[in-house]
């Protein structure tokens, strides 16, 4: 049998253009690094459309699967995939270096070799290597298959009698009839498009580790998210104890949600209570602090703002968010000093989100704003306070959705005063009698009912 000669070309990613090779700003378009390189497979003359082509079928005549999903061994990750692995899909795991994808990947890997076939592909690392982590994480690795491999096709040969599938990464393996080195943009998209046809032809489980750099490179899993069944995000510092998994995309469940996972010496480990994690002991004793019930897919976890505010030294005042998108902190500042006559242009605005959780829901914008009037009246607020409402550029409070899930969880966990947007107050009548609702329509309204009013004439 013959086998079909394969080259590569040169193609611009924004226009489409073919290059000779490989330039740094595309002839056509005129953008920068845009070109990518892709196999040029030659179609034969044997091969005809007929003998390839799937007829429509009719909706009706389509029948049901029964979609059985298998469970890792973390009940955490579980949740985050919509309720366990779905036989047969494509996982990306992607992440900063360091942050516990290898780790999280191992333990996973370890827990289905117990009943099923599992082949780990390490292309990073040695079999020795992987030991080693296994007998740090104290797991039962007797049946795990291990294979160091750094080429693509080699790897496929050898899952063909797997049910599961983990190459980690997918920046380290390469596919020999490409002439990039591995981890470039045609090796890292092709590679991907290769285990994607082999996991649904085959039937195999495939999980893949990407690495993330600062800027969101190019190279890494950015480009891949298109192919792949279930996107899995780690955020968090490499050196912080808790790290969050976030479903970026999933075409089996909800795209929102969220795992907290431990990091501890023997593995990383999914935490089920959150109060504390993201919220400090002291809350209430200082100024500038506050607590949102922040929602992520089905999970309500209460979150602290905590806030400072100091004089600038420099002609321009400085805006350090973190956790809380810049431009949203700009946003709420103007609003104050226009709205709620609280100037802000000589002093320095540090606003963050307790536990390196980023916060992307404009649900917070009542604490967020909350804590900065805290911190410019200098008066704390209630440790057992909580807020949550959206903020228009008017400075009128506008609903949220879920607002009777993320009083009633906060009640569960001790909070006992909470200011909501007016148009919310529908769905929690029947919440009254357990904490203290207090409805708002503007943002002056919120901070004259929880300070006061403002005794400075040049603020009035």
């Known amino acids: 049998m013959n086998k079909i000669k394969t080259s590569t070309k040169f193609v611009c990613a924004e226009c489409g253009a073919i290059s000779p090779g490989w330039m740094g700003r595309c002839p056509n378009c005129g953008k920068f690094n845009t070109i990518i390189e892709e196999i040029d497979t030659p179609t034969t003359q044997t091969a005809t459309t007929k003998a390839t082509r799937n007829p429509p079928v009719r909706l009706s005549d389509v029948s049901h699967e029964k979609l059985t999903r298998i469970n890792s061994g973390i009940p955490e990750l579980d949740g985050v995939l919509g309720g366990g692995i779905v036989p047969s899909s494509l996982v990306l795991i992607g992440g900063d270096p360091g942050i516990g994808k290898s780790t999280i990947m191992t333990q996973v890997a370890c827990s289905l070799s117990q009943k099923y076939k599992v082949l780990y592909a390490s292309a990073e690392e040695s079999c020795a290597q992987v030991k080693m982590r296994c007998s740090r994480l104290a797991v039962n690795a007797d049946d795990l298959m291990l294979m160091n491999e750094t080429e693509l096709d080699s790897i496929i040969e050898e899952a063909k009698n797997y049910d599961f599938l983990i190459v980690d990464s997918i920046q380290a393996v390469y596919l020999e009839e490409m002439n990039s080195s591995a981890g470039s943009v045609g090796q890292v998209k092709e590679c991907a498009s290769k285990l994607m046809r082999f996991a649904k032809s085959n039937k195999t489980t495939v999980f893949i580790v990407g690495h993330v750099t600062k800027e969101g490179a190019i190279a890494g899993p950015k480009v891949l998210e298109h192919i792949m069944d279930t996107v899995l995000y780690f955020e968090g510092q490499p050196q912080d104890n808790y790290k969050l998994l976030r479903a970026v995309k999933n075409r089996f469940g909800s795209a929102q949600e969220v795992g907290v996972f431990e990091m501890r010496e023997n593995g990383v480990f999914g935490v089920k209570d959150y109060n504390g994690i993201f919220t400090s002991e002291e809350r209430g004793a200082e100024a500038g602090s506050l607590v949102t019930p922040s929602l992520s897919g089905n999970r309500c976890m209460p979150v602290e703002i905590q806030t400072l505010l100091s004089k600038t030294v420099f002609g321009m005042p400085r805006r350090m968010?973190?956790?809380?998108?810049?431009?949203?902190?700009?946003?709420?500042?103007?609003?104050?000093?226009?709205?709620?006559?609280?100037?802000?242009?000589?002093?320095?605005?540090?606003?963050?989100?307790?536990?390196?959780?980023?916060?992307?829901?404009?649900?917070?914008?009542?604490?967020?704003?909350?804590?900065?009037?805290?911190?410019?009246?200098?008066?704390?607020?209630?440790?057992?306070?909580?807020?949550?409402?959206?903020?228009?550029?008017?400075?009128?409070?506008?609903g949220v959705t879920q607002a009777e899930k993320r009083v009633a969880e906060s009640v569960k966990l001790g909070?006992?005063?909470?200011?909501?947007?007016?148009?919310?107050?529908k769905s929690l009548e029947k919440l009254k009698s357990k904490a203290d609702i207090i409805p708002v329509k503007h943002i002056y309204q919120a901070i004259k009912l929880l300070f006061g009013e403002n005794k400075n004439p040049e603020y009035a």
């Open 321 to 398: 968010p973190l956790g809380i998108d810049y431009n949203r902190a700009n946003l709420l500042l103007a609003i104050l000093e226009k709205r709620a006559y609280m100037p802000f242009y000589s002093l320095d605005v540090y606003v963050t989100a307790m536990g390196g959780i980023k916060i992307t829901e404009p649900a917070a914008d009542l604490a967020i704003a909350l804590a900065l009037a805290s911190s410019f009246r200098n008066v704390p607020i209630e440790g057992n306070v909580c807020a949550f409402g959206e903020i228009g550029l008017t400075g009128e409070i506008r």
């Open 415 to 425: 909070f006992k005063k909470f200011f909501v947007p007016a148009q919310n107050m």
